[in-house]
């Protein structure tokens, strides 16, 4: 008699990477909107347009430190026959020059202040010479070129920031020089963060043999901070499927659970089991190297997606998956030319470890998935799609890390 078989699963498996962004972020809740200072607001994402409630500069200003002039009173100006002009008064960031310049007058100007009326152009500091108290020698013309107009950042009542941007520091800098004490960002998404594993300990702690640091819990809680979210620490639950659902327990109010580790084929991946057996199975395993044992499901109404207990798989599947569904930002990539081949795979799409220098990207060389120094050590995800390969010489999409 033949053998008996495993039902098929009732769940997608062996996914790309893009369904499996896009089936993380269709479980995640659209956060409110709430209001923050603007000193506040780095690394949130703006829930709504922002228009500038001021013009920038406010005011027509200078852009270097010297004469404001009349050009038509400074064109024939030379280091052989300098241009002489009265000096009447100054113009300096916040105080500007209030009576006008004639044919023949200039103040002294600096940088950011206002232009006084009657003149449009500057001569540099470094083109001057003294002649007396009162009066200065211009060694060349004054330009046009080296004022600021009013307006030319931005104009009151302009749209400049839309909703959905995420939010930099020039951002958060730009959204200040808008003139908004404060911003509408979306809520944090509260995330609940869970290691697994028998042979993984706290850092600090004795290291006996087959034991490892919880480096993914560590380094995920630092990237998942990076990324705008409130991180539940639910700290590290050891392989029995009774430690895994009373650490479970404690994700109430979580929008999400990251578990890492026990998502694989082994005897011991309760994680899988626990999801496939007693939860809800959205997909499992996605077509990429590292990171193809990840899993997405749901455990009494709340989304868990299970990363690899692998310390390079875990990180690189939440930087080009986990990461943009949180954020709502896509994945930034751009295209350089490989200094080194890079080996394709024939049904997975493979993220090497990759090094920039000078326009260039190489192979890191050490692309296994436990040489976490990789990562430290790289500066780059080099993306090769599946069934491809990449020579030497040829163009390659590459993640900044």
């Not at 404001?68 to 002009?85: G, I, M, N």
């Not at 963060?193 to 042979?199: A, C, P, V």
């Not at 499992?284 to 997606?305: D, E, H, Q, Y």
């Not at 709502?328 to 049904?347: D, H, I, N, W, Y």
Request: glycine residues 12%.
């Amino acid at each position: 008699m033949p053998e008996p078989t495993s039902p098929a699963p009732t769940f997608p498996m062996h996914i790309s990477v893009a369904e499996a962004r896009e089936m993380l972020a269709a479980l995640l809740p659209t956060p409110e909107t709430e209001t923050v200072p603007v000193g506040q607001a780095l690394g949130r994402t703006l829930a709504a347009d922002l228009q500038a409630k001021v013009s920038h500069p406010s005011a027509t200003e200078s852009a270097l430190d010297g004469i404001a002039a009349r050009e038509a009173d400074t064109l024939t100006a030379s280091a052989e026959a300098p241009v002489r002009l009265k000096i009447i008064g100054e113009s300096r960031a916040g105080v500007s020059f209030d009576g006008e310049v004639g044919e023949g007058q200039c103040v002294r100007i600096y940088t950011g202040a206002p232009m006084p009326p009657g003149v449009d152009a500057i001569c540099p500091v470094e083109e001057l010479r003294d002649d007396g108290p009162e009066h200065v020698l211009l060694l060349r013309p004054a330009f046009p070129g080296d004022v600021r107009p009013e307006g030319g950042d931005f104009r009151a009542g302009e749209t400049v920031m839309g909703a959905g941007l995420w939010l930099t520091a020039p951002r958060v800098a730009l959204a200040a020089a808008l003139g908004h004490a404060h911003v509408p960002v979306l809520r944090k998404l509260r995330v609940a963060l869970l290691s697994t594993g028998d042979e993984v300990i706290e850092p600090g702690q004795p290291l006996l043999p087959s034991q490892v640091y919880d480096s993914n819990r560590i380094g995920l809680s630092a990237m998942l901070r990076e990324s705008g979210c409130e991180v539940i620490e639910l700290g590290h639950a050891p392989d029995s499927p009774a430690s895994l659902q009373a650490a479970i327990q404690g994700a109430g109010g979580a929008d999400v659970l990251l578990t890492t580790g026990g998502v694989s084929m082994g005897k011991y991946d309760f994680m899988r089991d626990l999801l496939i057996e007693h939860g809800r199975v959205s997909f499992w395993k996605v077509r990429m190297r590292p990171g193809g044992p990840a899993i997405l499901g749901g455990w009494n109404g709340l989304p868990v997606f299970g990363l690899p207990g692998n310390p390079v798989s875990s990180l690189v599947v939440f930087h080009v998956i986990v990461r943009p569904a949180l954020t709502g930002q896509p994945v930034q990539s751009l295209k350089l030319r490989a200094v080194t081949p890079f080996r394709g795979l024939p049904t997975k799409t493979a993220f090497w470890r990759g090094v920039i220098q000078d326009g260039m990207v190489s192979d890191y060389g050490q692309q296994g998935s436990g040489i976490l120094r990789s990562l430290s050590d790289a500066n780059a995800l080099v993306i090769v799609p599946e069934g491809g390969g990449v020579r030497a010489g040829e163009e390659v999409d590459v993640v900044l890390l």
